[in-house]
Structures are given as C-alpha cells and as structure tokens.
C-alpha cells in the first residue's frame, strides 16, 4: 500500500484539520510527519470545536490508529493538555496513539531562548510562535536534542541536566532579560513527561513499513504550509521543518517510492499570521471583510491573520514542489458577495513580467499582476451537492484547475465537517 500525503499549499491555516477529519474514514493510520505545537489544527462538528497542536486530527475516529512521526518536536506540557481537553471523550489514548522514539522534546528552556532570540531580533522579528519549536530542531540538527526514546534511558536526567545548563548559558550570551521560574517550568515539563510517558512508543519507521507490507492504508498529515518550508519557503520568515512532501519521506521514515497521492490545501483567497512578505496582501474593505467573515485568527497564538487574494504564482509553485495530485478548496463560502474577485496571475519582477515564483518576494521586488472575475452572492453554507454550487464560482474554480493542472476534487462550503462537497 501506498502512503497518501495531505498539506498545506500556503502559509498555513488551510483547513488541513478539518479535511484530514472528513477522509480518515477511508484510512487506518493517520501519521502527523513534521511541525510541533505551533500548529492549530481546527475541527468542528456535532456543535463543537476542537483545536489540536500536536495530536493526529484523526484521533476523533474510533477505529484510525494516531501516529506522531520521528519529524515531529513535542513539548509534554502542551500535549498533557491536549491529552486533558480530551479527556470527555472516550479514546483509548494507549492503543489509538502512538509515539515515535525518534521524535524530539521542546524542553522548557527551549521556549525562554525562543522568546529570548526573538526580542532580540526587534524590528527584524520572523513572527515566531515562541513555543521553542526553532531551539528544539536547532538542536537536532546541532545533535544536542533529546528525544522521546531517552525517556526509556537510566541517564535521562543527567541528559536533561546537562542540555539545560547549556541551554541558560545560551540566555546569558542573549544579553536579554526574561522573567521565569526554572523550578516551576521544570516541574510542569515532569508532570507533562509522566503523562506522555503512560503512551505508547514506538520505533515509528519500522511500524508503519510493516503496516504498508500488511495492507493497511495511511494517510501523512503535514502542518503549517509549503511556503514556510525552511527551504522552499519565504525564507527567513518560514518555521523550522519542512512541510513540503519530502519532509513526509524523512519526517515518517518512508521511501519516496512509497508515496501515492498527495492532497493539497488551499484556501480561496490567502491569508499569513505573523511577519514576512505577502504580495497579494490587502489592507482595505476587501481584506477587512474577508478576515470578518472568515474568523481569520491564529488557532495556535489567537493572533489576526493578514488576508489577500488568491496567488496563481504561489500555488503553482506549491503544487509543482509537492507534486500534487488533487486539490481541495477550502473557504469558498467567505467570498460570496464580492461583486469581483481579483486574482494574482505574474508577477512584475524587478521590472520584467513573470509567472513563477522567484528567490525573493519583497514589496520593493514584486508587484502582483491581477486578472479579474465575477463574484457570486449565493449562500454556499447551506449547499450539499456539487450541482447547487454558482456558476461564477464554478468558473473560479475551472481557472484555478487550468492554472495549475491538477483537479480540484472537494470544495469545502464552511467549517464543519458536513460542509464537504465532493467533485
């Protein structure tokens, strides 16, 4: 069996949550393959809302097996909190989710050098989360990480001891005053290690290898988006891992041979939280409305996200990277009533007009060259079937599909889960 990847195609908040939610019923593992905390995967049904961090957004499901890959970085006091909003449902935490080893720990000194860096940094800030999710892949690339595997080991507190320490030398050399109680992070971090430690670990790469050779189906769930890809994105301002569907084969253990289908995400419009360039970026009654009637805050930090129209140039760059293979469009609904839409089709690029995505996508480099189409008016919310949507979104979406030359196979009428139409 194949593993079928599912990923974000912007800056994030795609509506990733929402659709691993709705196809998981269709897979028997359910593996989250990089990012940490910083992610806000947001599901709603039944009348409720749930937002998860770091837990699969399969877990809902009583019959998907959970998986947190090697790429992932935990921090046990967010995920015992996750695991404690969850508690009014019946999961069995045990079987339903499993850790791997190889999965790195944020460490509470991790989030004071985070926060530390990034006063630091002053105008010139990235818009981290400041959940210490840079720190924590620092050290792992720096080979100074601890990972969930050393939990297992007689020496873990002398390990533990001896990152910290290094880690509050680091402060010092920050030269950056933060107030913080050690005794009292650490002694939440204890109680977040005993509660992760009553799951169960697993050599994460070995178990989902033997569950393609047994038939079983798994489907890869990315966080964040292809444009913070620490490579591929708009770098510096992107996180930390990547997101793009390579970061499936190193961040789970799979070979690329191994990958189907890859699911790309996408909102009708764009939005990004936090500091780095944004060229489609609106800052009038349009942005305004569409930040409004979209909710667009942060689930992870609450903070408003910037809102803009829809990029070709982007997309079709995300989509080549990845190599993707259907695309879900997320959030149509928000844009009924705009009489016209704009979307971005080249850019002008240091004076020349291009249609890909260069090196760098500063104001003062590119400016978005718009084509325009007919809005529609028609409350989408209420509409179940493919054959009810308008005509002029219909044209929206056979444009998008010809830009990029990939289908478009579910458009998603609003945030619940029953808000799904298949095409």
């Known amino acids: 069996m194949a593993v079928n990847l599912l990923l974000g195609l912007q800056w994030g908040d795609e509506g990733k949550g929402k659709i691993?939610?709705?196809?998981?019923?269709?897979?028997?593992?359910?593996?989250?393959?990089?990012?940490?905390?910083?992610?806000?995967h947001t599901l709603i049904f039944d009348g409720y809302k749930h937002v998860l961090h770091t837990i699969p957004s399969g877990i809902f499901h009583k019959t998907a097996v959970n998986v947190v890959g090697n790429g992932v970085?935990?921090?046990?006091?967010i995920f015992k909190r996750e695991l404690d909003n969850l508690s009014q449902f019946d999961i069995d935490f045990t079987s339903k989710l499993l850790i791997s080893r190889k999965a790195h720990l944020i460490l509470p000194t991790h989030r004071l050098l985070d926060a530390a860096s990034e006063t630091a940094k002053g105008k010139a800030k990235i818009g981290s989360t400041l959940k210490g999710i840079g720190p924590t892949y620092m050290d792992k690339t720096g080979r100074n990480g601890l990972r969930v595997g050393d939990l297992e080991m007689e020496d873990w507190n002398t390990r533990?001891?001896?990152?910290?320490?290094?880690?509050?030398?680091?402060?010092?050399?920050?030269?950056?005053e933060l107030e913080y109680d050690l005794d009292e992070l650490q002694k939440e971090?204890?109680?977040?290690?005993?509660?992760?430690?009553?799951?169960?670990?697993?050599d994460s790469e070995e178990y989902l290898n033997n569950a393609m050779k047994n038939g079983k189906s798994i489907l890869a769930e990315g966080a964040q988006g292809s444009l913070l890809d620490?490579?591929?994105?708009?770098?510096?301002?992107?996180?930390?891992?990547?997101?793009?569907?390579?970061?499936a084969c190193t961040g789970l253990g799979i070979a690329p041979n191994k990958i189907g289908d890859v699911f790309g995400i996408f909102k009708a419009y764009v939005t990004r939280v936090g500091s780095g360039p944004f060229p489609t970026e609106l800052f009038d009654e349009d942005g305004a409305r569409m930040a409004k009637v979209g909710h667009e805050f942060g689930a992870t930090t609450g903070r408003p996200r910037r809102c803009g129209w829809l990029d070709i140039v982007a997309l079709k760059y995300a989509v080549q990277v990845n190599g993707v293979t259907q695309l879900m469009m997320m959030k149509g609904d928000v844009l009924s009533g705009f009489d016209t839409l704009k979307v971005c089709t080249s850019y002008k690029?240091?004076?020349?007009?291009?249609?890909?995505?260069?090196?760098n996508i500063e104001p003062e480099n590119v400016t978005p060259i718009y084509s325009e189409f007919k809005g529609w008016s028609e409350d989408l919310t209420k509409m179940t079937s493919k054959e009810e949507l308008p005509q002029n979104l219909l044209d929206y979406i056979a444009f998008i599909e010809k830009e990029v030359e990939v289908p478009i196979k579910i458009v998603s009428v609003g945030p619940d889960r029953k808000q799904t139409i298949l095409r």
């Open 20 to 40: 691993v939610d709705v196809l998981t019923s269709d897979y028997d593992i359910i593996a989250r393959f990089q990012g940490g905390p910083n992610a806000g």
């Open 73 to 77: 970085v935990i921090d046990p006091v």
């Open 160 to 176: 533990y001891d001896a990152l910290t320490k290094k880690h509050l030398k680091m402060l010092d050399f920050h030269g950056i």
């Open 189 to 202: 971090f204890n109680e977040g290690v005993k509660r992760l430690k009553e799951l169960t670990f697993i």
């Open 230 to 247: 620490v490579d591929f994105g708009t770098y510096p301002f992107v996180t930390s891992s990547n997101t793009t569907a390579a970061g």
């Open 349 to 359: 690029y240091k004076g020349k007009e291009i249609s890909h995505f260069p090196f």
